[in-house]
């Protein structure tokens, strides 16, 4: 089990949720937490009816990694391991269903050019991909783990991360070996922009990245993703290299529509993609089909706020009916920061979210990005992760941007944080 210097170990990918208990089956070895202000359940059938299915005045109980039961604090069943809440909020551990862990060096000349306003002919994604390269093994698992341990205080239990800054097949399977140690939740970015030695021929590093690449690198990984863009890859190839990942039983996510229109949101309900991810810019149809599909749109706050581009239209999204996921896309460059908490603050602050939308976005809509039904919730069979605020309210994490109101973090049933 984690301590608070352990990293996340392993998740399991889409578990299957164990049966409700009843009060008079609950162990009287199992653990109460009672004087929770207000639960977030993430399950309507729970609480008052709104999809986060909010209990007042509550209670929850958890036996080993699971919760077995739910409901107001003056029904919560005896067991012999009580914790007082204390009148705080409780709700579920963040899914951060997008970010980019495995990587060595520092952009801090670039984010601070750009925020002085001037112009800077940085090296970008390749700068990156030159100090990963260069770095040994336990250079970049050291650096992985310190941000794991950061999000994990802040709140995320879950997390999903990718390669694509090594660029060869050496360097991406690395990436991903390192990755696997850490979660299941892992992705294949090979295809994240055409390596530096194959600038002039395109077409030959998609061939690397569906060929010898992609066997080197299926066997680490669970998900494939492509950066679907103008000076990253076309249509066409992005379909290419999706196909061929889920030929080796890689399921498609895709960076889609984050710096022009373009057709990434398209493919990724055509390929049935689990989530599209950054859909800035938007046509009234790649709406249409996101909301008419099972493709997640999760939007990356962080990115517009680290790069001063267009906020995506959240309220847009979620008034056509499609299902909206937040999460940090913690980088080197685009977007340095591990905090869901801080993303949720500019959800709601700068993409038209309420505070509810936002929590839930960044719980159950990254639990529906990743395609888990075990997390992302606390109700009868999902895993007993989640987090105590030193607030009586979720909206407190907006209400009160960059104030660490993280007092508790609880991971398959103990605390790790």
Request: charged content about 20%.
């Amino acid at each position: 089990m984690n301590t608070p210097d352990t990293p996340e170990t392993t998740n399991t990918p889409a578990a299957t949720a164990a049966p409700a208990q009843t009060n008079s089956a609950v162990a009287a070895t199992a653990t109460v937490i009672t004087n929770i202000a207000s639960l977030v359940t993430n399950d309507p059938s729970l609480g008052d009816g709104t999809p986060l299915g909010l209990i007042q005045d509550a209670a929850l109980v958890i036996e080993h990694d699971r919760v077995v039961w739910a409901g107001e604090n003056s029904k919560a069943p005896a067991t012999d391991n009580r914790v007082d809440a204390a009148g705080r909020a409780v709700f579920p551990g963040f899914v951060d269903s997008h970010s980019h862990l495995v990587f060595a060096g520092d952009r801090t000349a670039e984010f601070n050019a750009r925020m002085s306003g001037r112009p800077y002919a940085a090296g970008g994604i390749r700068t990156t991909v030159a100090a990963t390269r260069a770095a040994d093994e336990g250079e970049l698992e050291a650096n992985l783990v310190r941000h794991l341990r950061e999000a994990l205080r802040q709140g995320t239990t879950t997390f999903e991360t990718k390669s694509g800054y090594g660029l060869t097949t050496e360097d991406e399977a690395r990436a991903l070996r390192l990755a696997a140690r850490h979660t299941d939740e892992v992705t294949y970015l090979g295809a994240h922009i055409v390596a530096p030695e194959y600038a002039d021929d395109p077409a030959g590093y998609v061939e690397l990245v569906t060929g010898p690449m992609l066997d080197a690198c299926a066997p680490h990984a669970r998900w494939i993703d492509v950066f679907c863009e103008r000076g990253a890859f076309d249509g066409d190839q992005a379909r290419a290299i999706l196909t061929a990942g889920a030929a080796r039983g890689l399921h498609p996510r895709i960076h889609a529509n984050q710096l022009s229109y373009g057709p990434g949101v398209q493919l990724a309900v055509e390929l049935d993609a689990a989530s599209a991810d950054h859909c800035t810019h938007l046509t009234d149809a790649d709406v249409d089909a996101l909301a008419h599909s099972a493709t997640v749109a999760t939007l990356l706050p962080g990115a517009e706020f680290s790069t001063r581009a267009e906020w995506p239209d959240a309220r847009r999204l979620l008034d056509a009916g499609a299902t909206v996921a937040l999460s940090t896309d913690c980088n080197s460059g685009s977007s340095y920061t591990s905090s869901v908490p801080f993303c949720i603050a500019l959800a709601v602050r700068d993409m038209g979210m309420t505070p509810d939308e936002a929590l839930w976005s960044a719980t159950a809509g990254g639990a529906r990005a990743l395609r888990r039904t075990d997390v992302g919730r606390l109700a009868p069979g999902s895993r007993a992760d989640l987090v105590l605020l030193d607030a009586p309210s979720h909206v407190h994490l907006a209400y009160r941007p960059g104030v660490p109101l993280v007092s508790e973090v609880w991971r398959a049933g103990a605390r790790v944080a």
